[in-house]
Nanobody, 122 residues
């Protein structure tokens, strides 16, 4: 069974950067679309970014486009989220997820990590 483990979260000042990693176990990682979602305090989970199985197709939420970059290394079974120019409104628990296609809705992702906290101070 595939498991996902996020890392790289933490506390950063506004304008700073963080890189999140999501390590996957299992042999089917390279065939899966991978997404990042986040859940701000008191709000519902929302789409952040997604990448297709070979990295050829990416998509971003409007709120992060131009600041965040999703990438993957199939040899390492890892997907990354580089976050630059962070804002206080980026504060959330960030989750990676595995799906069959590069979708933007959580319901289409079937395996989730436990999440990593990102806090951006003003």
């Amino acid at each position: 069974q595939v498991q996902l483990v996020e890392s790289g979260g933490g506390l950063v000042q506004a304008g700073g950067s963080l890189r999140l990693s999501c390590a996957a176990s299992g042999r089917t990682f390279s065939m899966s679309a991978m997404g990042w979602f986040r859940q701000p305090p008191g709000k519902e989970r929302e789409f952040v970014a997604v990448i297709s199985w070979n990295g050829g197709n990416t998509n971003y939420a409007d709120s992060v486009r131009g600041r965040f970059t999703i990438s993957r290394d199939n040899a390492k079974n890892t997907v990354y989220l580089q976050m630059n120019s962070l804002k206080p409104e980026d504060t959330a628990i960030y989750y990676c997820a595995r799906g069959f296609a590069p979708a933007t809705t959580p319901d289409l992702f079937h395996t989730w990590g436990q999440g990593t906290q990102v806090t951006v101070s003003s």
